[in-house]
């Protein structure tokens, strides 16, 4: 069955510091690798994907994320954090049935410290 | 263009009442997805839906749950007899196609609480 763990609950990092998400999948086949931000009481906004090709993809807000399939992983990187990108972030598979069905991590939440 | 609309934003029901969540999905998408949140874990899948058919309903429980999305209007997520293990926030997605090349957007989400 797929699944996605995001082993860090909780990270703190001070503005302008750079920024690592960790995220690990399970899936048979080719994964559809995608990052969301959730800001506090509001739904989720895409902020990278990937489908193939170059295992470097950049996103919006300054964010990118490198697929590497030895390691079934897909971290998230920012070279200077800013306040504004405290939120909780999701990493998810997506799974192909019969539509765009996706299956989330549980999340790793970041505060910034000014 | 609006973005996905969900309502009411913040939901409180005794246990035993029922529950209806609307989903308006952004104009032009006939594709509505809905997930659950619980507390401290990630979203979930529950049901997808196109207009007046229901095509993966996998993530549904069982009971007391149900959904729709008819000809015109909103979609609506049902909870009959509501536990307070229903409390949770549920999203709402739209596309206009079930492809991966296109994006899917969330609402803001309904926060339902349980007493």
């Known amino acids: 069955a797929q699944s996605v763990t995001q082993p860090d609950i909780h990270i703190t990092v001070s503005e302008g510091a750079s920024l690592e998400l960790r995220c690990n999948y399970s899936y048979g086949a080719t994964p559809y690798l995608f990052w969301y931000v959730q800001s506090p009481g509001q739904g989720l906004q895409l902020l990278l994907k990937y489908f193939s090709g170059d295992t470097l993809v950049q996103g919006i807000k300054g964010f990118e994320a490198e697929f590497k399939r030895s390691q079934s992983s897909f971290n998230l990187r920012k070279p200077s954090v800013h306040w504004s990108d405290a939120a909780e972030y999701f990493c998810?598979?997506?799974?192909?049935?019969?539509?765009?069905?996706?299956?989330f991590g549980p999340g790793t939440r970041l505060s910034v410290l000014p | 263009n609006a973005g996905v609309m969900q309502n009411p934003r913040h939901l409180v029901r005794r246990r035993g009442q029922e529950a209806r969540l609307r989903c308006s999905p952004m104009k032009g998408h006939s594709h509505v997805y809905w997930y659950r949140q619980l507390p401290e874990e990630g979203l979930k899948f529950m049901v997808y839906l196109q207009k007046e058919n229901i095509i993966d309903e996998s993530g549904m429980p069982k009971e007391r749950f149900s959904a729709e999305f008819p000809k015109e209007g909103p979609s609506i997520l049902r909870i009959q007899q509501v536990v307070r293990g229903d409390s949770a926030a549920y999203f709402c997605?739209?596309?206009?196609?079930?492809?991966?090349?296109?994006?899917?957007?969330f609402g803001p989400g309904t926060r339902l609480t349980v007493l």
């Open positions: 997605a739209s596309s206009p196609l079930a492809s991966w090349d296109n994006e899917q957007f």
């Open positions: 998810a598979v997506g799974v192909h049935n019969y539509g765009q069905n996706f299956v």
